[in-house]
């Protein structure tokens, strides 16, 4: 995620699991007192408002919705585009991400773009290593696949989602990390807009949190101790497919007839 000054602070998991979990608001802050003893609190996160930051996504998808139809129908291997930022400045960075599945294995590439270039590179302008925050091989080589997936699916904007984030973290062999998502919404978008304001939004879970459990190795024997204790019951819970499906998949369709 950024600083308040726009600084690029990438944690990013580039390979873990994922558990998700809905919960209610009393729920989510004696899990919050729980993860204390084990976890410590994002950095940024803890300087805001319930220790939460915005976190805003937009979600490309194929005039067929095919990113979308690959999740419904529960394809073992698949991946989402999506544009993600967390502040309205003209400093601040725009990370653009493909998040893969294979199977039960989440695998993130995440690009780190300036955001004077991102629009640019959204209307096809070719990709230079000055778009970049950090101008690597690697972080041209993951820019260059997004692209790529982009021109495969003739992808374009669909859905704004935004929430705000409380997120724990942990260092060493199997990097953990958890985080409770709260008021999630969305709504369609048809232009790339870096616009932090959704005009007419959706509950896309109504007042449920989602909280999610990642780890890169093992399940943490204190994780069974979390889900045992409060009771949790794992589900399915993707923001933009879910968001999708309340607002009417037939709204997206009918954008590109």
């Keep these: 995620m950024v600083s308040r ?5 990438d944690t990013v998991q580039r390979q ?17 007192d729980f993860l204390s003893s084990y976890l410590d609190l994002d950095s940024y996160g803890a300087t805001q408002p319930n220790l939460s930051y915005p976190v805003h996504s937009i979600y490309l998808d194929s005039p067929g ?7 419904v129908n529960g394809d073992r291997n698949r991946y989402k585009l999506r544009i993600r930022f967390y502040e309205n400045t003209g400093e601040a960075p725009v990370y653009f991400e493909i998040k893969r599945r294979y199977d039960r294995v989440i695998a993130k590439k995440r690009v780190i773009v300036h955001r004077r270039a991102a629009m640019d590179l959204t209307r096809g302008f070719l990709p230079e290593p000055s778009c970049l925050v950090d101008p690597s091989a690697e972080q041209m080589d993951a820019l260059l696949d997004f692209i790529r997936l982009v021109n495969l699916l003739r ?9 705000l984030r409380e997120a724990w973290i942990a260092d060493g062999a199997n990097k953990i990390r958890v985080t409770i998502d709260r008021n999630v919404r969305s709504e369609p978008l048809k232009t790339v807009s870096f616009d932090p304001v959704l005009k007419k939004p959706r509950l896309v879970f109504g007042n449920e949190r989602i ?9 943490p024997n204190w994780f069974k101790d979390l889900v045992q204790i409060f009771g949790l019951r794992q589900v399915g819970a993707a923001k933009y ?6 607002m009417g998949e037939h709204r ?3 954008m590109h007839v």
């Design 5 to 9: 000054t726009g600084m690029s602070i």
């Design 16 to 32: 873990r699991f994922e558990h998700k979990y809905k919960i209610n608001e009393d729920v989510a802050l004696s899990i919050r």
């Design 65 to 71: 919705m095919t990113t979308y139809q690959e999740t």
């Design 155 to 163: 992808a374009e904007p669909k859905v704004h989602v935004a929430y």
């Design 211 to 219: 909280l999610e459990l990642k780890f890169t190795n093992r399940f």
């Design 241 to 246: 497919v879910d968001g999708v499906t309340n």
């Design 252 to 254: 997206f369709l009918r």
